[in-house]
């Protein structure tokens, strides 16, 4: 019943969306529900990433210490959202602090799980690194767009 | 078709006066050909021809009585119906408020142009769309419009600039005058052949003269400006050419151009055609009376637009192509004609000598549709 | 019609005659970004304008700005403006007291098709300022919100210190059944709400893309991607709107200086259907 539940959620989820029935088995073994009150941090910058989160509902913003600036926060995610890729990436430790700033409904995935289902079942690896690299092509230009500051000036304004 | 002798065209132009005119023509100055105001015949250049060729303008005596024998000075007319400076409005502050005295052209002058080319005359048609032609009317461009009586002269002669025929302007004019003159010399005589184009151009012409062209008198002015259409030896190839310009947005001349142009404007201050503007606002010491004026404005310059933090077109590179795309591309979508009427003042008045035809010839040679 | 912007009629004293009209009040909305509501007095009666117009608005001595207009078109003599502070002449605007007067010349430009979306979901995007021209198409959209399906409002500003109408954001989503999403692209931990660029925020929504208006404005690049997002989510180019900004100095056509290509933006836009002007988004240098 409880696997049942948290495939129907995981079919639900975009980042998860066409994935065959037999990945989406393999992937199941790996997943857990969890829920964060408000405040409640999900991920330590500096801890071992082990996991990442399809955020289902609420609202996660990434905050990162800038010692006398204190923390910044530069990006939320939401519902929909995949939250974390450092689990994929040696040496497997999270970059930035994660916590939620409205009640957090999720799917954890542990990585470690993943990752020796990656290394077994090469196109399950493959399927899940062209996911991620999609996700992560879309925050980098995202990012980029943040970068350029865009709302500083105008085209027409200048007088 | 009426005949107006040499000898008789002080009559028309005493005819001009005498209804209020101020005559404008072309009269030689400082080594040109200009426009000025004149009064008699002798003020015309007679004698006087142009010498023309990319970068190059110098006056030359002719061996003849050829009232017109010459193409087109640095001065275009646009000066008088657009003027290069224009005080739009003065303000004079009174207490947290202000008081607005619109300004503009004085509404009563009347300015009869004396020897339009009739590239010349297009470019004026053109100017008139600019100004009158939309939902907007430039209100003071309109009154010197109405105000001015139009003496086109065709062309017998062509500078080595001119490309009047590829545009379909000249040598002879068919529209937008009162009155169009072609000047005939030879046998022995010299006389203009005169037609009205509009019921006031008739009214004048009908006080000068009453004896009508014979046919070989006709046919004598025809064939001159027919001798002139083939004597014109530049030539821009205009097949398609506005979508040619969109396509080729990216096209490796525009590099190439962008070296030689030094983005002086000069260019767009001798065209007929070209009619950007600026405007300045400027308060006086005490800060009670200010004034706003506008004034001739150039796509080549840095400033044109210029925005918060920035600049649309920072290079030259992109500043000529505005230009050119403008007058053969852009135009026609904004006023159903291209932009140029071939009088080729922006190739004798360039420091380097571009010549806008070459430039159309080798974006077209290296088309990407080539 | 459905595919066209809305060209209103000319200004009244032909464009080019300026009025003088009384400064009401400014609010400060942000550090730099401030309203100017106006006072048109006798000009009132016949002054009428259309949501994503514009006006130019001359300070004495120092110069005009072409500036859109921010407030209800259905309040006549009172007109809002909303003002980046940047220049010589938005900084004289900014110095205005109530009681000052400054002078007018408008409306210009077209306006957003607001009858074409009636029936529709309507999907605003705004970025920075760019909510400046969008609030009057709240406004007239909110007058008979029955007209309309679902209004999504999309809003990214610079900071949380950054955003305007904070007020008025909070009461469209609560009283008027407005979908409000609003994203900082900094944020401090006081800030609950999202962080990132305006286009993140599609990810939270579900269009009806085939009943769905787009009405967008805001920086180009950022409505650059903001178009990719819609029409990655189906919509129809068509379908969507985006208001452009150049430097302007007379707002009729003449002078030349906003010209985009064969558009001159004070008169064939600001506001234009995408189709229109796909061609010269990406051009550099236009």
Redesign the interface.
Known sequence: MQTENLTEILRQH?FLAGLSDAHMEVLIGCASNVRYAEGAPLIQEGEIANTFYLIRTG?V???TDVNAR???????V????VLGWSWLISPFRWHFNALA??EVRAVALDGECLRKKCEKDHDFGYEMLSRFSHVMERRL??TR??L???????????? | MYIIDSTELHNLMEELIKRGYLLIGPTVRSGAIVLESIRTVDDLPRGFGDEQEPSHYSLKRRNDAMLFGFVVGPVSWKKFLYPPRLT??K?T?AG?????A?EGTDKNRKLAFIGVRPCEVSGILMQDQ??TG??????AYKAARDNAFIVAVNCTVTGGNCFCASMGTGPGATRGFDIALTEVLGGGKHYFVASAGTPRGEEVLGAVTQREATEPESRSALDAVARAAESLTKRMDIRELPQLLKDN?ENPRWDDVAKRCLACTNCTMVCPTC?????E???DLT?MH?E?SRRW?S?FTLD?????GGN????I??RY??WLT?KL??W???FGTLGCVGCGRCITWCPSGIDITAEVDAIRGNSVHA | MKHETIQP??APG?????H?V?VKKVIWETDDTFTLQIDLGEMGETFSFLPGQFNMLYV???????ISISSDASQGGMLAHTI?R?????TGLAQMKR???I?LRGPFGTAWPITAARGKDVCIVA????LAPLRPVMYAMLRERTAFERIILLY???SPL?LLYRVELEEWAKEHNVEVLV?V?????S???????V??LF??LKLDARATVGYVC?????MK?TIDEMERRGLAEDQIYLSM??????A??????C?Y??E?IC?DGPVFTLPRIRHLLD????
């Open positions: 975009p609202r913003a990434l905050e204190g923390k910044i926060r530069i990006q939320t939401g519902p929909g959202d700033v409205a230009e995202a767009m943040q350029l500051d865009l709302y500083t000036t105008s085209p027409g304004a200048h007088v | 739009m409005f303000a502050r947290k408020s202000f008081t607005i619109p600019v100004f939309g939902k907007y009317v430039d209100r947005f009619f950007c503007s600026t405007v606002d400027a308060t800060g200010a706003r404005d796509c044109f637009t210029k925005v918060a649309i077109r920072p290079s590179r992109a192509r505005q403008h591309s852009n026609m979508d904004q | 009629p000319a032909e464009g080019l005659r300026l003088t009384t004495f001595g120092l110069g005009e700005a072409a980046h940047v220049g010589t002449v938005t009681g000052d007067v002078g970025g920075g300022i760019g990214g500003a610079r950054d994203t692209d900094r944020g401090d931990s800030w609950k709400g999202y962080i990132g660029v286009t993140s990810s939270y805001g920086p180009e690049t950022m991607y900004e150049r430097n302007m100095k007379c009729v056509g003449f002078c030349g200086h010209q290509g064969p001159f008169k051009k550099k240098e236009l």
